[in-house]
T-cell receptor
């Protein structure tokens, strides 16, 4: 159990275009999903916390108008990178918080999406 | 505040042991350990919630000190599959279980 999927696995786009990344919890309901960004050889940096049915909470320094997050249901959250630029190229990973018995705030990660902006 | 992990990197031969430490200046709600292989997402290893807690699975175990400011991950009789970057993620008791990750420890196991 506790499987999280992301789509697409990788995407290459031109500068100025928008890209949407989906994160789904496949076998559990995720009231909270998290979006991270990871640059090569660096740690995971939390971008925002997404709660179903409410606005996302962004970390300091993350532009909410550039990184649009929607958490429409208990199994789906989307991240849209608007007007992408080369400096947005990164590995984007989502995680979902499960409330299965015995695992209060355990997070399970999706496989990640590699974004390359040309 | 980002937790501090040590060492930054460790190289082992199969069968050797390793310890990775994770510390914070503040008392924590919980500590989570993950392993990430190159190009892949982090994989959950274990979570510790209580001061003084120790737990393990197979030959990987972890401890959380009484003051809940430091955790250590123990890898015994290492296998090639243990290679990867290990991250500790700390929850400070804020809403929604937000985690702050350490900078990572690169573990390389050679035959």
């Amino acid at each position: 159990g506790a499987v999280v999927s992301q789509h697409p696995s990788w995407v290459i786009c031109k500068s100025g275009t928008s890209v949407k990344i989906e994160c789904r919890s496949l076998d559990f309901q995720a009231t909270t999903m998290f979006w991270y960004r990871q640059f090569p050889k660096q740690s995971l940096m939390l971008m925002a916390t997404s709660n179903e049915g409410s606005k996302a909470t962004y970390e300091q320094g993350v532009e909410k108008d550039k990184f649009l997050i929607n958490h429409a249901s208990l199994t789906l959250s989307t991240l849209t990178v608007t007007s992408a630029h080369p400096e947005d190229s990164s590995f984007y990973i989502c995680s979902a918080r499960t409330r299965l018995a015995g695992t209060y705030n355990e997070q399970f990660f999706g496989p990640g999406t590699r974004l390359t902006v040309l | 505040q980002q937790p501090v992990q040590s060492p930054q990197a460790v190289i082992l031969r199969e069968g050797e042991d390793a310890v990775i430490n994770c510390s914070s200046s503040k008392a924590l709600y919980s500590v989570h350990w993950y392993r990430q292989k190159h190009g892949e997402a982090p994989v959950f290893l274990m979570i510790l919630l209580k001061g003084g807690e120790q737990k393990g699975h197979d030959k990987i175990s972890a401890s959380f000190n009484e003051k809940k400011q430091q955790s250590s991950l123990y890898l015994t009789a290492s296998q090639l599959s243990y290679s990867g970057t290990y991250f500790c993620g700390l929850a400070g008791g804020t809403s929604y279980g937000k985690l702050t990750f350490g900078q990572g420890t690169i573990l390389t196991v050679h035959p």
